[in-house]
């Protein structure tokens, strides 16, 4: 058996944020790999189209040169196609020949498309089993937090989902709001004031209040 799935569904789920991730296990580039073994850690989980593609090969090395960022900050990145556990390790092996960028997470292989249905990857009307450029974000518990969709046809910015990884870190606390392109180490936002007691008295914006966040 080369992959499962808990409850797999006979379609295509919708997945929301606030949902529990689908677990898994399924082979991969780095072996045997469970989705539920990964609980304690953030997870960037994404899928890509093909195999040997451009825009997945630029996606690869990116994510490639990202990954002690990712992992600095507790998160465990794993990549999904339908393409099979030999394909995946020619094209890594390519790439690490033709470009020199070694991939050090892991790919799974999905040639039934259950994990794929499972996560909603698969249009059902699609012509081809081809999977979106789907990202889920997953906190240490495996709830969904952030989704990224993005046709076949353009890259994702790799920076974008590390920004939002440490945004969902920071406000996971309860304490504040990020504004805007927050950075770490940028001012954030409180929450917003739910009595007019609690309102400032200095015709400050109540409803945008910025405060340099503690180290």
């Known amino acids: 058996m080369s992959d499962s799935i808990s409850n797999m569904p006979a379609t295509p789920m919708t997945l ?11 082979r991969s580039t780095k072996g045997q790999i469970s989705l539920s073994a990964l609980r304690g850690r953030w997870v960037i989980f994404f899928s890509h189209p093909a195999d040997f593609t451009p825009v997945c090969t630029s996606e690869f090395v990116a994510f490639s040169r990202a990954a002690p ?25 390519a790439i690490r020949t033709q470009m020199d960028v070694r991939i050090p997470f892991p790919v799974i292989e999905d040639p039934s498309m259950a994990i794929a249905r499972a996560y909603g990857m698969l249009d059902s009307q699609a012509r081809d089993s081809a999977t979106v450029r789907a990202t889920y974000i997953l906190d240490p518990d495996g709830i969904i937090q952030a989704i990224f969709w993005y046709p076949m046809t353009v890259g994702r910015a790799v920076s974008e989902i590390l920004r939002t990884l440490r945004a969902l870190q920071r406000v996971a606390p309860g304490d504040a709001l990020t504004p805007e392109g927050w950075q770490p180490g940028n001012p954030v936002l409180s929450p917003g004031i739910l009595s007019q007691d609690a309102m400032p008295g200095d015709n400050a914006p109540w409803f945008h209040q910025l405060r340099n966040d503690a180290p």
């Open 16 to 26: 929301r944020i606030g949902d529990e991730a689908p677990d898994f296990t399924a």
């Open 69 to 93: 960022d990712f992992e600095a900050c507790g998160a465990t990145l794993i990549g999904l196609s339908i393409d099979s556990l030999p394909s995946h390790l020619a094209w890594i092996d």
